[in-house]
């Protein structure tokens, strides 16, 4: 007997390097991860967790899951670091699970299920949008997800937790970053619970504002302004950005209104604020602004998800500087933040 020695190739790779195949299979079972992620949100585990760690029957007990599969599942979640097994089956809550704790600051629990639940499967259909720039979510359903919110209250109430905690650090940093200090009114358009207009107040004593969104939203505003201390200096007003805003405001600030919305649509919300706005006023847009080249950015990911959802995007700097423009409005600066946000400044031309 004698073992045949086969001579590979000299053009085959050394070691034949898997290391593109396994950062591919990484990017293509992402779902995988995100919708584990969103069942240990949907179950409350982090919450349950948060004063140590608990071992998997009292979980199971908790949740009401299947023992072995919770254990698989919290398995998964400890491999990609939201949780750790400290022990055979006994698992505490990591820096990254904390921010699913519902009372963490940056808690991220309801938009996890909001991403998990009402959006997920839009993104099934991303093929549809990259081909016709069209609405994925609205081609599925037949009714755009803002027409669906207004029709479904306990979504309508996920969805704006979700945007409340989601957009909490986002909102402070704006009052930090911009000098708010020569304005007189500032009208919050689109401002939900009222967690931006609440920062830039209470940084701001002498400013009075407007908080102004669809009557749900407002409905929803009415507890967090009260328990603020502002209803005095915040007026609460319900109505459609698409037809007219409370006007005599000096200062106009849209945080994450813009990307919603196509250029058609986005034109139409910006040429109320012209209308509404006083002469020497400015307007403020709250944005992701992408930047060139091949850089990491979640804002780029954001985008697509804009364009699925609800067929809007994500702007660069020069395709704000366009928008803005055609609304009667001239950029004058766009200012960082210490979040993924920045502050598109503009003025009435």
């Known amino acids: 007997m004698f073992q045949q020695v086969v001579k590979r190739p ?3 790779k050394e070691s034949n390097d898997l ?8 990017m293509i079972s992402g779902n995988w991860v995100s919708q ?3 069942a240990a ?3 409350g585990i982090a919450d349950l967790l948060k004063d140590g760690p608990q071992n998997i029957d009292k979980l199971t007990q908790a949740t009401g899951a299947d023992v072995q599969s919770l254990y698989r599942l919290m398995r998964a979640l400890a491999s990609v670091g939201v949780f750790t097994e400290v022990e055979d089956r006994c698992f505490q809550v990591t820096p990254v699970g904390e921010c699913l704790q519902t009372v963490n600051p940056n808690s991220l629990r309801a938009l996890t299920i909001l991403w998990g639940e009402e959006q997920f499967q839009a993104w099934a259909d991303i093929v549809y949008s990259v081909k016709t720039g069209k609405c994925a979510y609205e081609h599925q359903n037949g009714v755009s997800f803002f027409d669906y919110l207004e029709q479904n209250a306990k979504a309508a109430r996920t969805f704006d937790e979700a945007m409340t905690t989601y957009s909490q650090q986002s909102h402070i940093s704006v ?3 911009y000098d708010f200090s020569g304005f007189n009114k500032i009208v919050d358009v689109g401002g939900g619970h009222g967690t931006l207009i609440s920062s830039i107040l209470k940084a701001y004593p002498n400013l009075r504002g407007v908080l102004f969104d669809s009557p749900h939203a407002i409905e929803g505003a009415k507890k967090h302004i009260q328990t603020a201390e502002l209803s005095e200096r915040c007026k609460l007003v319900a109505g459609d950005f698409f037809k007219s805003l409370p006007s005599g405001g000096d200062v106009y600030v849209l945080s994450s209104i813009i990307h919603d919305w196509d250029d058609d649509s986005s034109v139409a ?8 706005i006083v002469e020497n006023g400015k307007l403020l ?9 091949n850089e990491p950015f979640f804002g780029k990911l954001l985008d697509l998800h804009m364009l699925i959802m609800h067929g809007g995007h994500d702007r660069t700097e020069a395709e704000y500087r366009a928008l803005l423009a055609q609304a009667g409005f001239k950029m004058t600066k766009i200012i960082t933040t210490k979040s993924l946000r920045s502050v598109i400044e503009a003025v009435r031309v």
């Open 10 to 12: 000299e053009t085959l």
């Open 19 to 26: 290391r593109p195949t396994l950062k591919l299979l990484e």
């Open 36 to 38: 584990s992620v969103y």
């Open 41 to 43: 949100a949907k179950l």
């Open 175 to 177: 009052a930090d970053a």
């Open 269 to 276: 919300i910006l040429k109320n604020c012209h209308d509404a």
């Open 285 to 293: 847009l709250v944005e992701m602004v992408i930047s060139p080249g």
